[in-house]
Structures are given as C-alpha cells and as structure tokens.
C-alpha cells in the first residue's frame, strides 16, 4: 500500500511564497506522474501543474511563470513552489500521484490535502 503526505500549506500575504511537499511511501511501487490539484471553495477542483517521470511538465495558465513544480525520485516527494501568490490562488492543494504497484497494476493516489490561503 501506498500512502501520500502533503505538509507546507499556511497563511501568506499576497506576493508571498509557499512551498508544498507530497512524499510517497510503501513498497513494491513505482512512480509515474506526479501532479498538484487545487480546489477552491464552492468551486471545482483544478489542475496545477503535472510533472512526468521523463519530466515533461504542464501548468494551468493561471500559475505560469508564478508556481514551479519539481520532484526528487530518491525521496519519491513532489514539490510545489509558488511565488507571487494572489488571492485567487487560495484553495485546498491536493497531491496526486500515478503509479504502478506490483500485484495491483496502475493506481493514482490522492494526498489528504493541505490549504493554502492568500490574503489580500
């Protein structure tokens, strides 16, 4: 079994940065896709940016230029850096990762979330 642990959401003013975290751990797995989803308030949730294990990266147009998202393989950990955070970036962040695990075949899981809140 695979668990996912997100920590590094707070309270920032706009213009701040936050750097949020997602570790894997477990055993008989392999990572694929790594990617960070945010869900607003009343809103539904949205893609941030995703980052392949050959390390194509995607973004929302949203974050372009503001958030980076980069992963360390020997720490099976998938990081989000955000700079010049906005009010409108306030939302739960939650983690996602693709894998396979030996005996299950491919999953995606989901961290438990961690909430960010931009003030203005």
């Known amino acids: 079994q695979v668990q996912l642990v997100e920590s590094g959401g707070g309270l920032v003013q706009a213009g701040g940065s936050l750097t949020l975290s997602c570790a894997a751990s477990?055993?008989?797995?392999?990572?694929?896709?790594m990617g960070w989803y945010r869900q607003a308030p009343g809103k539904q949730r949205e893609l941030v940016a995703t980052?392949?294990?050959?390390?194509?990266?995607v973004y929302a147009d949203s974050v372009k230029g503001r958030f980076t998202i980069s992963r360390d393989n020997a720490k099976n950990t998938v990081y989000l850096q955000m700079n010049s955070l906005k009010p409108e970036d306030t939302a739960d962040y939650y983690c996602?990762?693709?894998?396979?695990?030996?005996?299950?075949?491919?999953?995606?899981?989901w961290g438990q979330g961690t909430q960010v809140t931009v003030s203005s």
């Open positions: 477990g055993s008989s797995f392999s990572i694929n896709a």
């Open positions: 980052i392949t294990g050959g390390g194509t990266i």
């Open positions: 996602k990762i693709s894998l396979w695990q030996v005996g299950k075949g491919a999953l995606d899981k």
